[in-house]
């Protein structure tokens, strides 16, 4: 819990007034609502509406009491040159007489609120509490929103990055082949044409991973969820990575707790989670390895998980290993290809079925991946 | 240049390991590739480069010149060209091939993606210098 203290000027021409609202607001604190900061009050004073302006133009205070009637410029007119300077501050309109025309332009002039004369120390503080804590809502809404911005270019920054690579390889190879290197040897020819297709495999891969990515986190896919046969999907992703482990001597099994297991879910969302579960364990496995894929029917959850016989990681590794785009970059994982948004992905369905993914892994070992559904 | 040149290829980007391989091996040099720096130095007693192709940031940010410097005072006569993508990417300005101010330890900085001419041009630059 932090402690604030947020600037509040008093202009009044009244020598008596500044001094009772400063000794009102001199032990005065309060708690903000959403942050639980304590907010303590600075209290400086001007005793015209010229003199405000001087030092508003030095720095703006947080809350401007401002008395209307005084000689010299106004305090509607000082209203004005706060909204014509754009200043980010809640002002109080002092009034000695309520007339409705001045209630009308203050107002009009974005006041926040009004505190007719006479008041009481009271009265003083339920209005300055009011305007502090709107004023402390809003600037951390703002804030938030500023953050949201900056992660969302930081996203697309990567992601322009992430896009701009397989470009760039693809770009190099027909450059190559343009100054017809490859066309006279049959084994060049093919590495070129062979690794444009990978590359661009990749960045399909990548698209379809943000596609996916983005309808879950904008809520827009549609959830068609219904009772979906667990160890059916888990077969289907079996076969679909089938040809590309048997390449590499790799063997994938699935041990389940009972012959079915079904749960309530989206068949979809099922399929993403198993075919990248079971595609970075060949992906990241050694040559001649074993994947084993255990589904495990519990009372409130299903739990799947996938261990493989691979290159493991190492516990700085494991740990930023759930950030967007984020792939372990080391001579091992060199030539795998990837999106860097599968554990993300993963970890966002995990959340829709309020369950989790979990990571266990030992370099040169292996590791296991945990993903737990919960069935209602 | 008429003997057959040694080149030592030197990138975290297997693509462009293969591309770079390719340009030179077809036109008859003998080429040697590795992914980093730790690699390529490795290469040093084995292999007698004439000329290195390094990529700029590789695992560590400061491989590019860690190694160029490495190579330079074990292999006086290599030629290192400097590879980079990075200006597009940073919108950090390397000094071009005239820089005269010589803190990046190479003959020549080239900005990726680089063609064989390229490399051409800037290996007949420094044999008439």
Redesign the interface.
């Known amino acids: 819990m932090a402690e604030k203290v947020l600037s509040l000027l008093i202009v009044d021409d009244e020598e008596g007034m500044r001094l009772g609202v400063k000794r009102s607001l001199r032990h005065f604190s309060m708690e903000a609502e959403d942050t639980g900061d304590i907010v303590k009050f600075d209290v400086t004073e001007a005793a015209s509406g010229e003199e405000a302006i001087a030092l508003m133009k030095e720095s703006s205070p947080d809350i401007v009491l401002l008395d209307n009637k005084m000689d010299g410029i106004s305090g509607i007119e000082v209203l004005h040159w706060i909204n014509q300077n754009d200043l980010d501050l809640m002002a109080i309109m002092i009034t000695a007489y309520a007339s409705i025309e001045t209630a009308i332009s203050a107002t009009k002039q974005g006041a926040y609120d009004f505190l007719p004369k006479p008041f009481t120390p009271a009265e003083l503080k339920v209005s300055v509490r009011q305007a502090a804590a709107h004023l402390v809502t809003l600037r951390q809404a703002r804030e938030l929103e500023r953050e949201k911005k900056r992660v969302r270019f930081q996203f697309i920054s990567v992601l322009a990055?992430e896009l701009?690579?397989p470009l760039?390889?693809i770009?190099?190879?027909l450059?190559?082949l343009r100054?017809g290197?490859?066309m006279d040897?049959p084994a060049?020819y093919e590495?070129?044409v062979g690794?444009s297709l990978t590359?661009l495999g990749g960045m399909r891969k990548l698209i379809y991973d943000l596609l996916d990515l983005t309808r879950l986190e904008s809520g827009q896919k549609k959830r068609e969820l219904s009772s979906v046969d667990v160890l059916e999907i888990a077969g289907i992703s079996m076969e679909t990575m089938k040809p590309e482990a048997d390449r590499r001597g790799i063997t994938i099994s699935i041990e389940a707790t009972s012959e079915e297991i079904s749960m309530v879910a989206d068949s979809g969302e099922l399929e993403i989670v198993l075919n990248n579960l079971i595609s970075n364990a060949v992906k990241y496995n050694k040559d001649s390895g074993r994947v084993t894929v255990k589904v495990m029917d519990e009372p409130e959850l299903v739990r799947f998980a996938v261990t493989d016989t691979g290159i493991g990681m190492s516990e700085n590794e494991v740990e930023k290993l759930f950030g967007e785009f984020v792939r372990i970059?080391?001579?091992k994982t060199?030539?795998i290809l990837g999106s860097g948004l599968g554990l993300s992905i993963m970890k966002r369905i995990a959340l829709l079925y309020n369950g989790e993914v979990t990571v266990e892994s030992t370099p040169d070992v292996g590791s296991t991946f945990t993903v737990t559904l919960q069935k209602t | 240049m008429t003997e057959i040149k040694k080149v030592l290829v030197v990138d975290?980007?297997?693509?462009?390991l293969?591309?770079t391989e390719?340009?030179f091996s077809?036109r008859g040099y003998e080429v040697i590739t590795a992914?980093?720096r730790k690699?390529a130095e490795e290469t040093f007693d084995s292999f007698t480069p004439g000329i290195a192709v390094i990529d700029l940031m590789m695992?560590n940010d400061d491989d590019g010149f860690v190694l160029a410097y490495r190579i330079k005072k074990r292999f006086p006569e290599c030629v290192v060209i400097m590879v980079t993508?990075v200006t597009?990417?940073t919108g950090i300005q390397f000094p071009g091939e005239d820089d005269s101010s010589g803190w990046i330890n190479a003959d020549a900085i080239l900005s990726?993606?680089v063609?064989?001419e390229q490399i051409q041009e800037e290996l007949n630059k420094i044999e008439s210098r």
């Open positions: 990055h701009k690579a760039a390889a770009e190099g190879y450059f190559l100054d290197i490859g040897d060049v590495k070129v690794r590359r970059k080391n001579s060199r030539d | 975290d980007d297997s693509d462009f293969i591309q390719m340009m077809t992914p980093g690699e695992e993508n597009g990417e990726k993606p063609r064989f």
